[in-house]
């Protein structure tokens, strides 16, 4: 009994050490190499992706005042597209790979719930593979610059994303991982 009770304290430690540590946004993000066209591998989703059974795509396009135009697109189970516009912004300027993003019609813009937060967590030097979450750990998406994703790669994210603290047990493949 004395074991199944330093068993059960050993592990409760360690499950607050993993649910204290910190999501941390990458260094630095180049706005303009970011731009393009990403795929989604994966997904802790929002609220809003509960339709999307099929491909999802995310465009970036930085526009003239610091902002970044965002169309995400997915296919759903019927076989439509469904696709939603909205807007990212730093929150500090030197936030580098933290980003807000919004959704909402410009004219709510000035609420601050509007906003959520999207944090580049893990960047490819090359700007192919990219981990996006927010430090609440109850979203996460894995980007590739391809429609699919080596399984080396994906294995190595995922295990960064365990390491921030990331409960991966409902994570969505939605892309091919060879």
Known sequence: MRSVFIALIGSMA??????????TAVPHLDLARYAGTWHEIARLPMYFQRKCTGPVTARYAPQADGTVAVHNECVTAEGTTIASDGVARRPEPFAQGKLEVR????????LPLVWADYWVVALDDDYQWAMVGQPGRKYLWILSRQPSLDRKTFEMLKARAVAMGYDLSGLIVSREVI
């Open 14 to 23: 360690t499950a607050t050490v993993v649910a204290t540590t910190p999501v």
């Open 103 to 110: 959704f909402a019609p410009k004219w709510l813009s000035w």
